[in-house]
């Protein structure tokens, strides 16, 4: 069964340095998605993308977050200065769209910033 | 906006045995979605089951139903004949339909766990 392929698994960066968090999301996905969890809080939505532009995004997705899909694969986070506070599991998401309306997550990226 | 509350924050279950993890939602879109994720230790948000608020019937995914009472705004799930595999966390979310719908509120959970 086809999944959402997240790389790399874990992460680990220095507070100020740049990370770029990747996705394969499924062939015949259309609109894509970020979440993230901090530990032991809820799993919280970041941005949604569509037709190569953000679609929505929440108050967390400040100026340091951007995403794209350069080469119509894959879908990447960049996280431009990391802070300490956003470590956390960081999920992309996938659906169809039209009649199936089923969100399907990849297996996270565990980002650990020092 | 929307709010999900899931007030189990644990619950223990036999193999074999079926067991309600509980959701209630408040939402003000006329249309939406719920959906139910399992998380395990190994921290993969695995999706379980879906239920359309216009839906007539309760979805059922093999082992995985949801009971879905618009009225009172909730949308429990029943996991029957419980596996020691399914021990996890499990996630209820709501979004409302159309081009929202990827975005999800999710509840704090309930983590379950299957005892021999």
């Known amino acids: 069964e086809p999944e959402v392929t997240q790389t790399p698994s874990h992460q680990v960066t220095q507070m100020g340095q740049e990370v770029i968090l990747r996705c394969v999301p499924i062939s015949n996905h259309l609109y894509f998605y970020w979440y993230r969890q901090i530990l032991g809080q809820k799993v919280e939505f970041l941005v949604s993308?569509?037709?190569?532009?953000?679609?929505?995004k929440s108050e967390i997705f400040d100026d340091q977050f951007s995403v794209e899909r350069p080469d119509g694969s894959n879908f990447t986070l960049k996280i431009r200065s990391t802070k300490l506070e956003d470590s956390a599991m960081y999920f992309c998401?996938?659906?169809?769209?039209?009649?199936?309306?089923?969100?399907?997550f990849g297996s996270g990226t565990q980002l650990s910033v020092l | 906006a929307q709010k999900i509350t899931q007030t189990q924050p644990g619950m223990f279950v036999q193999e074999k045995e079926a067991v309600t993890l509980d959701c209630t939602y408040d939402t003000s879109d006329p249309s939406y979605g719920l959906f139910w994720y399992k998380q395990p230790s190994s921290g993969e948000m695995i999706f379980l089951i879906y239920?359309?608020?216009?839906?007539?019937q309760n979805a059922t995914e093999g082992r995985y139903s949801l009971n879905f009472q618009k009225a009172r705004k909730s949308a429990n799930l029943v996991i029957s004949a419980s596996q020691l595999g399914d021990s996890a966390m499990y996630f209820c979310a709501t979004a409302g339909r159309g081009s929202t719908l990827g975005r999800l509120y999710f509840g704090r959970g309930t983590q379950l766990t299957v005892w021999p």
């Open positions: 993308f569509y037709n190569n532009e953000i679609s929505e």
């Open positions: 998401a996938g659906r169809e769209g039209g009649p199936n309306e089923k969100l399907f």
């Open positions: 239920q359309g608020s216009y839906d007539q």
